[in-house]
């Protein structure tokens, strides 16, 4: 039987979450952006709509046989390599200034 493979592979996935919110990756990172946790690269981080990664999902099962073999990197169309994704906790910070955040840059 001959099986069509495509991988995907998305940056740093953001979005609703529709479980519960402590074991996904959304709130995981940016619960580490305001705990003193480690981040993989803090120079630059290249995001993705958790919606767009699902719809990248549906793309890749409909059109299996045209992208077969392909290999895709899921990012935001802007760069992001200017945003260091620990400078997120002090916008976090600013905007719900009712939470107390202990992570320092």
Do not use: Q, W
């Amino acid at each position: 039987k001959n099986i069509n493979f495509v991988a995907l592979h998305p940056g740093i996935v953001l979005g609703p979450v529709m479980t519960k919110p402590h074991t996904k990756a959304s709130p995981v990172f940016v619960r580490n952006l305001l705990l003193p946790k480690p981040i993989l690269n803090p120079n630059s981080a290249h995001f993705v709509d958790v919606r767009d990664v699902a719809a990248a999902h549906c793309i890749a099962v409909e059109r299996a046989s045209e992208l077969d073999g392909g290999r895709f990197v899921l990012c935001n169309d802007e760069t992001c390599a200017s945003v260091n994704p620990v400078s997120l906790g002090k916008v976090a910070a600013e905007a719900c200034p009712e939470y107390e955040y202990t992570a320092d840059p």
